[in-house]
């Protein structure tokens, strides 16, 4: 069974920075392709970020693009996403999630994602 547990969230201002961590377990983390989405009150869940299973390759949401960083230590089976310039509108609940097939690319799309953590709360205050 794969788990995914997201830590690191929190209450930060504007313009300030946090990293949110996803610890998986149940299976071969090097082997898949990992991406965090967000969903804020009353919206649906929006793609934030996605990366291949080697590192290699990211791909980033425009409304993120040049603030945030996603990046994964293998050996560690962790993913990361280095949040910083944070604005008022990135509050959310942020997510991880993984695909079922080994060897597939990321997509923007929750729909094609199969496991999911539980989330992690991230407040921008203005």
């Known amino acids: 069974q794969v788990q995914l547990v997201e830590s690191g969230g929190g209450l930060v201002q504007a313009g300030g920075s946090l990293r949110l961590s996803c610890a998986a377990a149940?299976?071969?983390?090097?082997?898949?392709?990992m991406a965090w989405f967000r969903q804020a009150p009353g919206k649906e869940r929006e793609f934030v970020a996605h990366?291949?299973?080697?590192?290699?390759?990211?791909v980033y949401a425009d409304s993120v693009k040049g603030r945030f960083t996603i990046s994964r230590d293998n050996a560690e089976k962790l993913l990361y996403l280095h949040m910083s310039s944070l604005k008022p509108e990135d509050t959310a609940v942020y997510y991880c999630?993984?695909?079922?097939?080994?060897?597939?690319?990321?997509?923007?799309?929750?729909?094609?994602?199969?496991?999911w953590g539980q989330g992690t709360q991230v407040t921008v205050s203005s």
């Open positions: 149940g299976r071969t983390f090097s082997n898949y392709a």
């Open positions: 999630a993984t695909r079922r097939q080994r060897y597939v690319t990321g997509s923007a799309y929750s729909t094609d994602y199969d496991y």
């Open positions: 990366i291949s299973w080697s590192g290699g390759s990211t």
